[in-house]
């Protein structure tokens, strides 16, 4: 099993739909969760990050995140065509003692006009 | 403005050559990192530094080298080891290595071979 996991898409969504992008991790004891947002050959920008259990909403973007289940999810409300982007989930993992941020492949979405 | 710059933005490498991608930030933060990303893959750890003269290695060091000799520079050589150094690699930086802390990106470095 991969220490975080996304479905690598591509992800199709109509302009004013909701996205849900989901994320999968390894380790329980995982603390903090990260959403990055990339665009085609640029550097990825934190867009949310949540630490406790259930929702944390910023404008269209709500993450949820479930521990007991070990995910992590991303929901975009009110879709826009500049919402089309890679989004990459990271996740503090434990590995040999030593804390490391791990990012998942990534879930590329486009959303159609 | 406070942030990251990463130079140059694309660069060649010929079969046998070292080549030295460049990281400064004015954010004052402890640590950096450097990640390398290939087309539709996540981002992968190389090496990252939580202090002045002190750095380790991520999950792909083979092939690559780094220096943090001052605070706001963390330069990424990348050596003729790499027998697959084809990328767009990444340096970022935080405040420190808590679990907490988020990342900062600079703008990224397009590596390929001639």
Redesign the interface.
Known sequence: QKE?E?N?GPLSVPEGAIASLNCTYSDRGS??F?WYRQYS??????IM?I?SNGDKEDGRFTAQLNKASQYVSLLIRDSQPSDSATY?C?V?ILIQGA???V????TRLTINP | DGGITQSPKYLFRKEGQNVTLSCEQNLNHDAMYWYRQDPGQGLRLIYYSQIVNDFQKGDIAEGYSVSREKKESFPLTVTSAQKNPTAFYLCASSRNTLINEKLFFGSGTQLSVL
């Open positions: 975080v996304q690598s603390q903090s990260f050959g640029k550097s990825p920008e934190l990050s630490y990459l990271a503090n804390q490391k941020l990012f998942g492949q990534g």
